[in-house]
Structure formats: structure tokens, C-alpha cells
């Protein structure tokens, strides 16, 4: 069975401050593709990044990176020197790949909530 | 979200009512699927697609009907509305890519804010 688990069901924190969104997720696939997305006030569900599992580099963009670790099934956010605009709701997805039962479903964590007071 | 258009974006229906949301994608995809957003929940899938012609059941189903007749649209019907599905719905299209980038992109609908009263 797929499973996603974000435990921190919402963080707050101070502008400039660094924090790490966890993200830690359950597949019997060999192949799978992983991905962050924002949910801000307005609603929308806004991509930020996708995963492929045969792609272990961890990547940076700006001040958001992503730690991508096989080993624990884990795929952590973090946001360094955090402002007030990233205030959100963040998620954590999970695919398959094609030709699966689970091929076309996106599996999502419960999300969490971030707060960054000025 | 480019490529996917979600209809309507705010609705109040009454106990009992049926309505339906509509979804349509341009880019020829594959696979569709709806999902609902409850507070404490993330997004939960109701039912999605493989193809035109080819739909099945997600996690939280019950009360909702989809069909697939083209590649581009996957209208999500409310048969008799209850408050429980009070909600956020999002409908998605994704598709399979080849070459450097290989892999699952999936595009997402602005969303549909529906209150049962």
C-alpha cells in the first residue's frame, strides 16, 4: 500500500528563521516520483517540485531545498530564512509509475501548516 | 494551472440537489482524477481514470458518480448532495513524460469551494 506521513501538523516560526518540513512515505514500487506542493490562503495548489526515486541529488532552489534519502523513505523541505509570504500549507505527494494499480492516483500526506510572524 | 479548467469555482447547493463539476484538460492525457480537501485531511482521491472510457473508484467515493466519454473531459456528479461533502474539490490530469526529464507531471484545477446546506 502507498502511504504518505507529514507529522507536524503546523509549525510557527519567526521570519529568518530556517525550517525543515518532514515528509516520510510508504511504497512497494521500485519506481516512484515524490513531490512538494503550496497551498497559500488564496487556495490554489501550487507545484514546487518533483522527484524521481532513481534520482538520489538533493536539490536547492533559491531558499528552498529538498533531502531526498531512500534509506529512511524520506523526502524533507526546508526553507531557509523563512519570510512571511511563505506562510502555508504545505504538502507531500507520492505517484506511481505507469503500468501499476496505482498509476494516475496521487497519494498526499495530510499537510502542514506553516506560519512565519514577522 | 495551465491546462486544466475547472468549473465552478464557488458553490452553494441544498440538501438533497444534484450538481455536477466539470473538468477539462488540453493536453491529452491520460489519467484523470478527482479529490477533496477536508481541514486535517490532506486531499483524499474519489475516483479517477485511466483512459477515456475507463474510470474506478478512489478512497471516499460514496455519493459521487464519474464517466470518462472523452480523453478531455471528467465531470464529477453529486447525485443527492449531504452536508458531508462539504468541501474542496480538485480535479487533476497527469501524464507520463520521456527523455531527460522523465516522468509524472500532474496538473491541478484551481478548485471548487462546494457548501451543502
Known amino acids: 500500500a502507498q502511504k504518505v506521513t507529514q507529522a507536524q501538523t503546523e509549525i510557527s516560526v519567526v521570519e529568518k528563521e530556517d525550517v525543515t518540513l518532514d515528509c516520510v512515505y510508504e511504497t512497494r514500487d521500485t519506481t516512484y516520483y515524490l513531490f512538494w506542493y503550496k497551498q497559500p490562503p488564496s487556495g490554489e495548489l501550487v507545484f514546487l517540485i518533483r522527484?524521481?526515486?532513481?534520482?538520489?541529488q538533493n536539490e536547492i532552489s533559491g531558499r528552498y531545498s529538498w533531502n531526498f534519502q531512500k534509506s529512511t523513505s524520506s523526502f524533507n523541505f526546508t526553507i531557509t530564512a523563512s519570510q512571511v509570504v511563505d506562510s502555508a500549507v504545505y504538502f507531500c505527494?507520492?505517484?506511481?509509475?505507469?503500468?501499476?494499480?496505482?498509476?494516475?492516483?496521487?497519494?498526499f500526506g495530510q499537510g502542514t501548516t506553516l506560519q512565519v510572524k514577522p | 494551472n495551465a491546462g486544466v479548467t475547472q468549473t465552478p469555482k464557488f458553490q452553494v447547493l441544498k440538501t438533497g440537489q444534484s450538481m455536477t463539476l466539470q473538468c477539462a484538460q488540453d493536453?491529452?492525457?491520460?489519467?484523470m482524477s478527482w479529490y477533496r480537501q477536508d481541514p486535517g485531511m490532506g486531499l483524499r482521491l474519489i475516483h479517477y481514470s485511466v483512459g477515456a472510457g475507463i474510470t474506478d473508484q478512489g478512497e471516499v467515493p460514496n455519493g459521487y458518480n464519474v464517466s470518462r466519454s472523452t480523453t478531455e473531459d471528467f465531470p464529477l456528479r453529486l447525485l443527492s448532495a449531504a452536508p458531508s461533502q462539504t468541501s474542496v474539490y480538485f480535479c487533476?490530469?497527469?501524464?507520463?513524460?520521456?527523455?531527460?526529464?522523465?516522468?509524472?507531471?500532474?496538473?491541478f484545477g484551481e478548485g471548487s469551494w462546494l457548501t451543502v446546506v
Open positions: 522527484r524521481n526515486s532513481f534520482d538520489e
Open positions: 505527494a507520492l505517484s506511481a509509475p505507469r503500468g501499476t494499480s496505482n498509476t494516475g492516483k496521487l497519494i
Open positions: 493536453m491529452n492525457h491520460e489519467y
Open positions: 487533476a490530469s497527469s501524464g507520463f513524460t520521456t527523455g531527460v526529464y522523465s516522468g509524472n507531471t500532474i496538473y
